[in-house]
């Protein structure tokens, strides 16, 4: 990172807390309402203290990042009474409308500029530019830039705004964001963020020589402690196949907790190049059951309201337990 990137990420960060407290406090009720079909039939946020932002990074580019975010959002969306808000922020490699199967976007992040800018981005207005994901209630998606070469283009107050907007608007986010830590959009968010998941494979140079260049090296810069990054390792495969490298040894060489291990799926990259993510993240899914695990952790932990029926089942069977067969 080069000194004067640095010297412009560090000023912001020292006032977030400031600039927090008072764009909370945005004029929003001054705009006129949203309707129905410009919202997209989405629960809006509380704007509360309350709300929280969880940010996945890639120790390395194209591991799965995306598919790992995006089906966190999809599980916190069913199994919990709240508005999630998907923020695609990784600004070099913006393809999840794809996975989804759409081949354009009418709205994305490359709208908000000006609002960004202007440090003038409601509530109201990002919604407007956020999607109703297919076939999920209750998330919204902000498909992210296509402009990759102006991926530097965007400035740490113009994230730490569009943050401010996400976290009045949902009451849980959750943020992609490159691996690359050359952007103001990877280092603010990982700053604001209520949790930081990091993802990476039981390959060699993925978990000790990219780890260690980047989040290892690089987190320390900006104050934060390794320690308050949570590991997931995806594409597991047995320890034969995985040159006999076991989830302990990537454990003890990282130093971090792994929260999950998502297995390696013959047909992911079919399905993506089919824009048939939803495919893998169907609920009896092994896949999506590997990712529910990593949203369920911190909705327990920040005590948000858990609606799916198997745990409506086991709450009333500790009351009722002959009423639940």
Not at 28 to 42: F, G, L, N, R, T
Request: with cysteine; glycine share 6%.
């Amino acid at each position: 990172m080069k000194n004067d990137k640095e010297a412009g990420l560090k000023p912001a960060v020292r006032q977030k807390e400031d600039n927090r407290k008072m764009d909370t406090h945005m004029t929003v009720d001054k705009e006129p309402e949203i309707c129905a079909s410009q919202a997209h039939s989405v629960r809006t946020g509380t704007a509360s203290g309350d709300n929280k932002l969880i940010v996945y990074l890639g120790t390395t580019p194209n591991i799965g990042t995306t598919l790992l975010s995006y089906g966190s959002a999809v599980c916190a969306a069913r199994c919990a009474h709240l508005s999630v808000g998907y923020l695609c922020l990784n600004l070099k490699s913006s393809k999840l409308h794809r996975y989804i199967g759409m081949n354009e976007v009418s709205s994305s992040l490359d709208h908000l500029r000006a609002d960004l800018k202007s440090q003038s981005l409601t509530r109201q207005r990002l919604l407007r530019h956020c999607v109703q994901a297919p076939g999920v209630p209750g998330l919204s998606v902000l498909f992210g830039s296509s402009l990759r070469e102006q991926a530097e283009f965007y400035q740490p107050e113009d994230i730490e705004h569009l943050l401010i907007a996400a976290r009045s608007a949902f009451d849980l986010c959750i943020v992609e964001v490159n691996a690359y830590w050359d952007n103001a959009a990877t280092v603010v968010a990982l700053l604001e963020a209520d949790a930081r998941i990091i993802v990476t494979t039981p390959d060699l140079t993925h978990f000790q020589e990219d780890l260690q260049r980047w989040m290892l090296t690089m987190a320390p810069m900006f104050g934060l402690h390794p320690e308050t990054f949570h590991l997931v390792v995806n594409q597991v495969e047995k320890a034969s196949a995985a040159g006999g490298i076991r989830m302990k040894d990537i454990q003890r060489e990282t130093g971090l907790e792994i929260i999950s291990q998502v297995p390696r799926r013959e047909e992911t990259v079919e399905r993506l190049n089919q824009g048939k993510l939803m495919e893998l993240l169907a609920g009896d899914h092994p896949f999506y059951q590997a990712i529910a695990r990593i949203p369920r952790k911190f909705l327990e932990q920040w005590n948000m309201e858990a609606t799916d029926l198997s745990r409506k089942k086991r709450w009333l069977g500790r009351w009722i337990p002959r009423a639940i067969s």
